[in-house]
Protein backbone atom coordinates (compact mmCIF):
# COMPACT_ATOMS: atom_id res chain seq x y z
CA UNK A 1 0.00 0.00 0.00
CA UNK A 2 1.43 3.45 -0.95
CA UNK A 3 -0.49 5.75 1.64
CA UNK A 4 0.92 9.05 0.08
CA UNK A 5 -1.42 11.19 -1.51
CA UNK A 6 -5.68 12.18 -1.66
CA UNK A 7 -7.73 9.43 -0.38
CA UNK A 8 -11.30 10.83 -0.78
CA UNK A 9 -13.72 9.53 1.76
CA UNK A 10 -16.57 9.03 -0.72
CA UNK A 11 -19.97 9.69 -0.39
CA UNK A 12 -22.48 7.22 -1.44
CA UNK A 13 -25.28 8.75 -4.09
CA UNK A 14 -28.88 7.71 -3.87
CA UNK A 15 -31.74 8.24 -5.93
CA UNK A 16 -35.11 10.24 -5.44
CA UNK A 17 -36.78 7.21 -3.71
CA UNK A 18 -33.45 6.45 -1.62
CA UNK A 19 -32.30 3.61 -3.43
CA UNK A 20 -28.23 3.57 -4.36
CA UNK A 21 -27.46 5.42 -7.24
CA UNK A 22 -24.31 3.48 -9.04
CA UNK A 23 -24.12 5.55 -11.94
CA UNK A 24 -23.27 9.25 -10.44
CA UNK A 25 -21.57 6.87 -7.57
CA UNK A 26 -19.37 5.82 -10.37
CA UNK A 27 -19.31 9.09 -12.49
CA UNK A 28 -17.77 11.09 -9.18
CA UNK A 29 -15.11 8.14 -8.77
CA UNK A 30 -14.45 8.35 -12.30
CA UNK A 31 -13.46 12.14 -11.19
CA UNK A 32 -11.33 11.27 -8.64
CA UNK A 33 -9.48 8.79 -10.05
CA UNK A 34 -8.81 11.46 -13.62
CA UNK A 35 -8.05 14.12 -11.16
CA UNK A 36 -5.06 11.77 -9.57
CA UNK A 37 -6.51 10.50 -6.14
CA UNK A 38 -3.87 7.78 -4.32
CA UNK A 39 -7.20 5.77 -3.09
CA UNK A 40 -10.94 5.73 -2.12
CA UNK A 41 -12.24 5.25 1.24
CA UNK A 42 -15.87 3.88 1.78
CA UNK A 43 -17.89 3.34 4.22
CA UNK A 44 -16.91 6.11 6.46
CA UNK A 45 -19.24 9.22 7.69
CA UNK A 46 -19.97 11.02 4.59
CA UNK A 47 -20.66 7.71 2.88
CA UNK A 48 -23.57 7.43 5.50
CA UNK A 49 -22.53 3.69 6.46
CA UNK A 50 -24.62 3.76 8.92
CA UNK A 51 -27.80 4.01 6.90
CA UNK A 52 -26.28 1.58 4.78
CA UNK A 53 -27.21 -2.54 4.61
CA UNK A 54 -24.70 -4.95 4.47
CA UNK A 55 -25.76 -6.01 0.75
CA UNK A 56 -25.41 -2.27 -0.15
CA UNK A 57 -22.11 -2.04 0.93
CA UNK A 58 -21.28 -4.75 -0.83
CA UNK A 59 -22.86 -3.09 -3.97
CA UNK A 60 -20.94 -0.44 -3.79
CA UNK A 61 -17.55 -2.16 -2.89
CA UNK A 62 -18.00 -3.95 -6.39
CA UNK A 63 -19.10 -0.57 -8.25
CA UNK A 64 -15.79 0.98 -6.93
CA UNK A 65 -13.38 -2.05 -7.65
CA UNK A 66 -14.92 -1.59 -11.69
CA UNK A 67 -14.58 1.66 -11.59
CA UNK A 68 -11.48 1.67 -9.89
CA UNK A 69 -9.76 -1.25 -12.37
CA UNK A 70 -7.28 -1.54 -10.13
CA UNK A 71 -5.79 1.91 -10.74
CA UNK A 72 -5.62 2.93 -6.94
CA UNK A 73 -7.20 1.06 -3.66
CA UNK A 74 -10.01 0.82 -2.32
CA UNK A 75 -10.56 0.87 1.44
CA UNK A 76 -13.30 -0.11 3.52
CA UNK A 77 -13.96 2.09 6.99
CA UNK A 78 -14.67 -0.50 9.66
CA UNK A 79 -17.23 1.27 12.90
CA UNK A 80 -18.72 -1.60 14.11
CA UNK A 81 -20.17 -1.26 18.28
CA UNK A 82 -18.59 -4.62 18.92
CA UNK A 83 -15.53 -6.58 18.62
CA UNK A 84 -17.43 -9.31 16.39
CA UNK A 85 -19.27 -6.82 14.29
CA UNK A 86 -16.00 -5.96 13.08
CA UNK A 87 -14.17 -8.78 12.67
CA UNK A 88 -17.49 -10.33 10.59
CA UNK A 89 -17.04 -6.75 8.50
CA UNK A 90 -13.16 -7.02 8.18
CA UNK A 91 -14.26 -10.94 6.77
CA UNK A 92 -16.39 -9.88 4.75
CA UNK A 93 -14.69 -7.08 2.91
CA UNK A 94 -11.12 -9.36 2.46
CA UNK A 95 -13.76 -11.75 0.72
CA UNK A 96 -15.22 -8.97 -1.87
CA UNK A 97 -11.23 -8.21 -2.47
CA UNK A 98 -10.86 -4.58 -0.92
CA UNK A 99 -7.12 -3.47 -0.76
CA UNK A 100 -7.01 -2.23 2.81
CA UNK A 101 -9.50 -1.03 5.91
CA UNK A 102 -9.63 1.93 7.46
CA UNK A 103 -10.32 0.87 11.72
CA UNK A 104 -12.44 3.07 14.09
CA UNK A 105 -12.07 2.62 18.09
CA UNK A 106 -15.79 1.08 19.17
CA UNK A 107 -18.75 3.21 18.38
CA UNK A 108 -21.22 3.93 21.13
CA UNK A 109 -19.49 2.89 24.17
CA UNK A 110 -16.55 4.58 25.17
CA UNK A 111 -13.94 2.79 26.17
CA UNK A 112 -11.01 3.03 28.51
CA UNK A 113 -7.48 2.68 26.81
CA UNK A 114 -7.40 -0.99 28.05
CA UNK A 115 -10.51 -1.46 26.15
CA UNK A 116 -9.89 0.15 23.04
CA UNK A 117 -6.28 -0.94 22.79
CA UNK A 118 -7.67 -4.65 22.96
CA UNK A 119 -10.55 -3.93 20.43
CA UNK A 120 -7.73 -2.60 17.76
CA UNK A 121 -5.34 -5.27 18.03
CA UNK A 122 -8.30 -8.02 17.90
CA UNK A 123 -9.52 -6.11 14.79
CA UNK A 124 -6.44 -5.21 12.91
CA UNK A 125 -4.88 -8.65 14.07
CA UNK A 126 -7.47 -10.87 11.97
CA UNK A 127 -6.10 -9.47 8.61
CA UNK A 128 -2.88 -9.46 6.65
CA UNK A 129 -4.57 -6.67 4.48
CA UNK A 130 -2.91 -3.04 5.48
CA UNK A 131 -4.40 -1.16 7.87
CA UNK A 132 -5.02 2.65 8.58
CA UNK A 133 -6.18 3.60 12.55
CA UNK A 134 -8.86 6.55 12.35
CA UNK A 135 -7.84 8.43 15.02
CA UNK A 136 -10.85 11.06 16.11
CA UNK A 137 -11.12 11.92 19.59
CA UNK A 138 -13.24 14.82 19.07
CA UNK A 139 -15.85 13.22 17.20
CA UNK A 140 -15.72 9.93 18.27
CA UNK A 141 -15.00 10.22 21.93
CA UNK A 142 -11.80 7.83 21.96
CA UNK A 143 -8.43 9.27 21.72
CA UNK A 144 -5.76 6.52 20.57
CA UNK A 145 -2.66 7.25 22.10
CA UNK A 146 0.68 7.31 21.68
CA UNK A 147 1.26 4.89 24.00
CA UNK A 148 -1.50 2.78 22.07
CA UNK A 149 0.30 3.48 19.04
CA UNK A 150 3.25 2.22 20.59
CA UNK A 151 1.51 -1.68 20.89
CA UNK A 152 -0.21 -1.52 17.32
CA UNK A 153 3.15 -0.58 15.94
CA UNK A 154 4.07 -4.30 16.39
CA UNK A 155 0.83 -5.68 13.83
CA UNK A 156 2.76 -5.05 10.62
CA UNK A 157 0.10 -3.83 8.62
CA UNK A 158 -1.00 -1.72 10.72
CA UNK A 159 0.81 0.79 8.32
CA UNK A 160 -1.06 4.74 8.91
CA UNK A 161 -3.11 6.62 10.84
CA UNK A 162 -6.34 9.54 9.80
CA UNK A 163 -4.75 11.89 11.89
CA UNK A 164 -7.96 13.93 12.77
CA UNK A 165 -7.29 14.89 16.73
CA UNK A 166 -7.22 18.31 15.12
CA UNK A 167 -3.80 19.09 16.98
CA UNK A 168 -1.60 20.13 14.16
CA UNK A 169 1.38 19.12 16.41
CA UNK A 170 0.02 15.31 16.62
CA UNK A 171 1.79 14.96 13.49
CA UNK A 172 5.48 15.99 14.47
CA UNK A 173 4.51 13.80 17.72
CA UNK A 174 4.07 11.04 15.98
CA UNK A 175 7.51 11.44 13.90
CA UNK A 176 9.20 11.93 16.86
CA UNK A 177 8.24 8.91 18.54
CA UNK A 178 8.02 6.41 15.28
CA UNK A 179 9.41 7.40 12.73
CA UNK A 180 8.38 6.08 9.34
CA UNK A 181 6.95 3.54 11.07
CA UNK A 182 3.61 4.91 10.44
CA UNK A 183 2.44 7.11 7.14
CA UNK A 184 0.22 10.10 9.13
CA UNK A 185 -2.93 11.10 6.78
CA UNK A 186 -4.29 14.21 7.83
CA UNK A 187 -8.50 13.55 8.23
CA UNK A 188 -9.28 17.23 8.81
CA UNK A 189 -9.60 19.18 5.47
CA UNK A 190 -9.39 22.77 7.17
CA UNK A 191 -5.56 21.88 8.53
CA UNK A 192 -4.86 19.76 5.98
CA UNK A 193 -1.71 21.90 4.70
CA UNK A 194 -0.44 22.87 7.75
CA UNK A 195 -0.28 19.17 8.46
CA UNK A 196 1.43 18.16 5.28
CA UNK A 197 4.31 21.29 5.52
CA UNK A 198 4.79 19.06 9.29
CA UNK A 199 5.44 16.07 8.04
CA UNK A 200 2.04 14.33 6.63
CA UNK A 201 2.18 12.26 3.73
CA UNK A 202 -1.41 12.15 2.96
CA UNK A 203 -5.09 13.76 3.47
CA UNK A 204 -7.90 11.79 3.56
CA UNK A 205 -10.57 14.34 2.66
CA UNK A 206 -14.18 15.32 2.21
CA UNK A 207 -14.22 18.86 0.20
CA UNK A 208 -12.49 16.60 -2.45
CA UNK A 209 -15.53 14.43 -3.32
CA UNK A 210 -16.70 18.08 -5.03
CA UNK A 211 -13.30 19.50 -5.79
CA UNK A 212 -11.10 16.58 -7.02
CA UNK A 213 -8.34 18.63 -8.89
CA UNK A 214 -8.16 21.51 -6.43
CA UNK A 215 -7.59 18.67 -3.67
CA UNK A 216 -4.94 16.98 -5.10
CA UNK A 217 -3.02 20.23 -6.84
CA UNK A 218 -2.68 21.88 -3.01
CA UNK A 219 -1.24 18.16 -2.02
CA UNK A 220 0.99 17.89 -5.47
CA UNK A 221 2.52 21.88 -5.18
CA UNK A 222 2.89 21.49 -1.00
CA UNK A 223 5.60 18.28 -1.86
CA UNK A 224 7.32 20.08 -4.73
CA UNK A 225 7.79 23.17 -2.32
CA UNK A 226 5.49 25.30 -4.01
CA UNK A 227 4.07 26.72 -1.19
CA UNK A 228 3.02 30.23 -2.13
CA UNK A 229 1.29 28.41 -4.96
CA UNK A 230 -0.41 25.70 -2.96
CA UNK A 231 -1.37 28.45 0.20
CA UNK A 232 -2.90 30.79 -2.75
CA UNK A 233 -4.97 27.72 -3.53
CA UNK A 234 -6.07 26.44 0.06
CA UNK A 235 -6.74 30.15 1.13
CA UNK A 236 -9.76 30.19 -1.77
CA UNK A 237 -10.87 27.02 -0.54
CA UNK A 238 -10.95 27.38 3.30
CA UNK A 239 -14.43 28.89 3.20
CA UNK A 240 -15.48 25.03 1.52
CA UNK A 241 -13.47 22.88 3.75
CA UNK A 242 -15.14 24.39 7.10
CA UNK A 243 -18.26 22.40 5.97
CA UNK A 244 -16.05 19.73 6.55
CA UNK A 245 -15.99 20.05 10.51
CA UNK A 246 -20.02 20.90 10.70
CA UNK A 247 -22.46 18.20 11.83
CA UNK A 248 -24.48 18.25 8.35
CA UNK A 249 -20.57 17.72 6.59
CA UNK A 250 -22.84 15.20 5.10
CA UNK A 251 -25.72 17.26 3.65
CA UNK A 252 -23.16 20.24 2.50
CA UNK A 253 -20.38 18.78 0.69
CA UNK A 254 -23.53 16.79 -1.14
CA UNK A 255 -25.23 19.91 -1.95
CA UNK A 256 -21.50 20.58 -3.05
CA UNK A 257 -20.96 17.93 -5.58
CA UNK A 258 -24.36 18.61 -6.60
CA UNK A 259 -23.63 22.03 -7.81
CA UNK A 260 -20.14 20.93 -9.10
CA UNK A 261 -21.91 18.19 -11.11
CA UNK A 262 -19.97 15.43 -9.47
CA UNK A 263 -23.62 14.11 -7.75
CA UNK A 264 -26.39 14.80 -6.21
CA UNK A 265 -27.74 15.79 -2.53
CA UNK A 266 -30.10 13.43 -1.72
CA UNK A 267 -29.13 11.73 2.14
CA UNK A 268 -31.03 9.14 4.20
CA UNK A 269 -32.78 10.17 6.62
CA UNK A 270 -32.45 11.12 9.22
CA UNK A 271 -30.41 13.34 7.38
CA UNK A 272 -33.17 15.95 5.27
CA UNK A 273 -32.48 18.25 2.19
CA UNK A 274 -31.21 21.77 3.03
CA UNK A 275 -34.30 24.05 3.04
CA UNK A 276 -34.36 28.05 3.93
CA UNK A 277 -31.83 30.27 5.34
CA UNK A 278 -29.44 27.41 5.91
CA UNK A 279 -29.67 26.41 2.22
CA UNK A 280 -29.25 29.86 0.43
CA UNK A 281 -26.58 30.37 2.71
CA UNK A 282 -24.37 27.23 2.09
CA UNK A 283 -25.86 27.53 -1.74
CA UNK A 284 -24.07 31.22 -1.47
CA UNK A 285 -20.90 30.34 -0.35
CA UNK A 286 -20.47 27.30 -2.33
CA UNK A 287 -21.36 29.45 -5.44
CA UNK A 288 -19.03 32.35 -4.63
CA UNK A 289 -16.78 29.46 -4.43
CA UNK A 290 -17.17 28.46 -7.99
CA UNK A 291 -17.09 31.45 -9.67
CA UNK A 292 -13.87 32.12 -7.95
CA UNK A 293 -12.36 29.13 -8.69
CA UNK A 294 -8.43 29.28 -9.08
CA UNK A 295 -6.09 28.69 -12.43
CA UNK A 296 -4.45 25.44 -11.54
CA UNK A 297 -1.02 25.51 -12.20
CA UNK A 298 0.91 22.83 -13.73
CA UNK A 299 2.27 20.48 -11.39
Known sequence: MNWNGIFPAVT??????????????????EAQIEAGVSGLVLGGTLGEAS??????????????????????????????????AALDQISAGAKIGVDGFMLLPPMRYAPDEREALEYLMTVAGSTDLPVMIYNNPVDYKTMVTLDMFEQLASLPNVQAVKESTRDVTNVTRMINRFGTSFSILCGVDTIAMESLVMGACGWVA???????????????????G????????????????????????????????????????????????????ERSRIEALIRESINNRPVLPKF
Not at 206 to 224: D, H, Q, S
Not at 226 to 251: G, N, S, T
Open 226 to 277: RLDEARKIFRWFLPLLELDIHPKLVQYIKFAEMMTGLGTETTRPPRLALVGE
Open 206 to 224: GLVCAFPRETVAIYRLTGE
Open 12 to 29: TKFKPDFSLDIDNFQKNL
Open 51 to 84: VLTDEEKVRLIRAAQETADGKVPILLNIASQTTQ
